[in-house]
């Protein structure tokens, strides 16, 4: 299963957290190191790479159910999803050359 950069990020992000809930604001430091995307679209990019990270059954999402749509506050690893984040830890990370 292919994961993005992002995805990546917010699983080991999530993993190397003290508390078992993590916020999802934590996320956008993603974009200080890569400021590819514009600042809008930013939420919406972190808000579909969390929704697919729990289609994946590798995170849990807490927030607010309204009668549309989601609103994903916080997200906590799963079983699986800690033993995806920990064979990422393993990996060598790539380096950004241009």
């Not at 997200?75 to 699986?80: R, Y």
Request: glycine share 6%; hydrophobic share 40%.
């Amino acid at each position: 299963m292919p994961l993005s950069q992002l995805q990546k990020f917010i699983l080991i992000k999530c993993y190397n957290s003290k508390s078992f809930r993590v916020n999802r604001i934590g996320f956008i430091s993603f974009y200080s190191q890569q400021g590819r995307a514009k600042a809008d679209m930013r939420t919406k990019i972190i808000t579909s790479s969390i929704e697919s990270l729990i289609d994946r059954e590798l995170m849990t999402g807490y927030g607010v159910r309204t009668a549309h749509k989601w609103f994903i506050r916080e997200v906590s690893l799963t079983d699986k999803g800690r033993k995806v984040a920990r064979r990422l830890l393993g990996e060598q990370m790539r380096l950004p050359l241009k």
